[in-house]
Nanobody, 124 residues
Framework: QVQLVESGGGLVQAGDSLQLSCVAS????????VGWFRQAPGKEHEFVAV??????LYADSVKGRFTISRDNAKNTAHLRIDSVQPEDTAVYFC???????????????????WGQGTQVTVSS
């Protein structure tokens, strides 16, 4: 079992940079593949990025502006967003799954644990 807590969201202006954090507690964090998703009002969860032992994957819509990273010694994952845009407004969630297989990493249903989310609101 692992518990996830996100932080770092808030109200930002378009063009700013923002770093979200996800702190894990419980079982060894390094065993987990960690993904970030976002959910805009009235929409489904949207895959953003994932990091596992094999590397990193990003949604096409965020490539070049989003960077996912992790520090297993600190049981923490991060999502850096550069040049935020109004369309980035959403609740951002981190999620963890024991499988290291990147196949299916973009599907929310394949994750075992979720944080409560952190709101990011971008003003234009």
């Amino acid at each position: 079992q692992v518990q996830l807590v996100e932080s770092g969201g808030g109200l930002v202006q378009a063009g700013d940079s923002l770093q979200l954090s996800c702190v894990a507690s419980g079982r060894s964090f390094s065993d987990y593949q960690v993904g970030w998703f976002r959910q805009a009002p009235g929409k489904e969860h949207e895959f953003v990025a994932v990091i596992n032992r094999g590397g990193r994957l990003y949604a096409d819509s965020v490539k070049g502006r989003f960077t996912i990273s992790r520090d297993n010694a600190k049981n923490t994952a991060h999502l850096r967003i550069d040049s935020v845009q109004p369309e980035d407004t959403a609740v951002y969630f981190c999620a963890a799954r024991l499988s290291q297989d990147p196949l299916g990493a973009h599907e929310p249903d394949n994750y075992d644990y979720w944080g409560q989310g952190t709101q990011v609101t971008v003003s234009s």
